[in-house]
């Protein structure tokens, strides 16, 4: 791993490389012939870049996804009202795992490279072009937090000692004079409506949208559980029920096999996935003849997925084994929310079992 | 010279074949390798065990 390959997109300049950096070349497959013909160093080698493919072998265009990336589109698109009018921002609501900021992240690297191939890398006022910011927040972000986020995506040197209104006047004069078109907030279920503090962020996202020209896209955790645009709301909530009117509100539903539809995006998933796998032994249905071991490990959560893919590639590795198989994936752990859905999964098919066991007795 | 050579060595050959037959000579044996298992074809793999496996799979974005 090469540290040059650490990197954040909170920052401006990894965001500039992220959105800068040419595709992955997937290294070319060898036979176990092959591979044992390769010297030590030339397999470790080889080895490393195979890690480093499966963890980075591009974005899989889900239906999920381009659904969001559509509407984002249209979102954007349509939001080039003149100062004195209100844009309306766009809001990816799911449960984690989901791949709500790879969704928000991939629409706006598209954006950004648009933009700056069509208006040049600097303003017109000679300013670096920024097309998109980025911030995520965190637990109990504040109103100077928030500022300060944007701020240092910038690099603006007044970051660390200014006032939450200091800041705030930094954040637009930096939108401003960046040309920046897209606001990315991602983590908004960090923000609490019932917290005082909570309000106040909110209350200011709602000044920013009035301020700068510029499209939010929020990505949070059950965002509508937590009432953060609940309708109806009254009283000092009512700001709440305001933004429950800007905001468009995007769902990113997990995958699913209840029905034909369903079973045939999830075997386009997996077979996406083979396709991109750099494994001696692999071959056309390795992981498609998977397909119910898989959804059950990991409930149709891309993220989880994609975890569980990543890590067996690298075990199928170290090991020698050089496939994908049933035995292979269950020697590995992934996140606890799909471990505790598969248990549950295999409980309930075991009792189903036993059920139809004694009624055919 | 070598023309004439020619001529002679291909009716040397070709006398001692039966009719219908080449003159080639015959491929040296090869060692015995080790049957490779099939690997997963990417887009530029043409491998036959692939063909059309893959035309429902998603794209994937760079």
């Known amino acids: ?361 | 010279m070598a023309a004439r050579l020619a001529t002679e060595y291909a009716a040397l050959t070709t006398a001692a074949l039966p009719a219908g037959e080449s003159a080639a000579p015959a491929p040296l044996p090869q060692p015995l390798a080790e049957p490779e298992p099939a690997v997963a074809g990417g887009d530029d793999d043409d491998g036959d065990l692939d063909e059309g496996f893959y035309d429902d799979a998603f794209e994937v974005l760079g």
């Open chain 1, 1 to 361: 791993m090469s540290a040059g390959n650490l990197y954040t997109l909170s920052r401006k300049e990894g965001w500039r490389r992220w959105a800068d950096t040419a595709s992955r070349t997937r290294p070319e497959p060898l036979t176990i012939a092959q591979l044992r013909r390769l010297g030590e160093d030339a397999k470790a080698d080889y080895d490393d870049a195979r890690h480093d493919w499966h963890a980075n072998f591009g974005t899989i265009k889900t239906p999920q996804l381009a659904a969001i990336h559509d509407q984002l589109d249209e979102i954007v698109a349509t939001n080039r009202q003149d100062p004195d009018r209100v844009r309306c921002a766009a809001v990816i609501d799911a449960l984690p795992g989901l791949g709500k900021t790879t969704i928000a992240d991939t629409f706006a690297r598209d954006f950004d490279r648009t933009q700056r191939r069509r208006h040049g890398e600097l303003t017109d006022a000679g300013h670096e072009h920024l097309p998109v910011f980025r911030v995520g927040l965190s637990s109990r972000t504040t109103l100077r937090t928030l500022n300060r986020n944007i701020c240092e995506f910038y690099g603006h040197p007044g970051s660390d000692r200014a006032n939450a209104a200091q800041l705030a006047s930094f954040a637009v004069d930096c939108v401003l004079s960046c040309g920046t078109r897209i606001g990315i907030i991602d983590d908004l279920h960090f923000v609490d409506p019932n917290r005082r503090d909570g309000v106040d962020v909110s209350n200011h996202l709602k000044w920013l949208a009035n301020e700068l020209p510029v499209t939010f896209l929020y990505a949070g955790v059950g965002l509508a559980e937590r009432r953060l645009f609940s309708e109806g709301l009254t009283g000092d909530s009512a700001v709440m029920a305001q933004t429950a009117r800007r905001w468009t509100r995007l769902e990113l539903p997990p995958f699913q096999i209840t029905d034909k539809a369903g079973k045939r995006h999830w075997l386009s998933l997996l077979k996406a996935t083979e396709r991109q796998l750099v494994l001696a032994r692999s071959h056309p249905g390795m992981l498609s003849q998977l397909e119910d071991y898989l959804f059950a490990r990991t409930t149709g959560h891309i993220g989880s997925y994609i975890t569980l893919i990543t890590r067996g590639c690298y075990k199928a590795i170290r090991s020698g084994q050089e496939l994908l198989d049933e035995q292979q994936f269950d020697a590995i752990r992934i996140d606890e929310a799909a471990e505790v859905a598969r248990r549950q999964l295999h409980a309930t098919t075991a009792r189903r079992h036993r059920t139809s066991a004694a009624s055919g007795r």
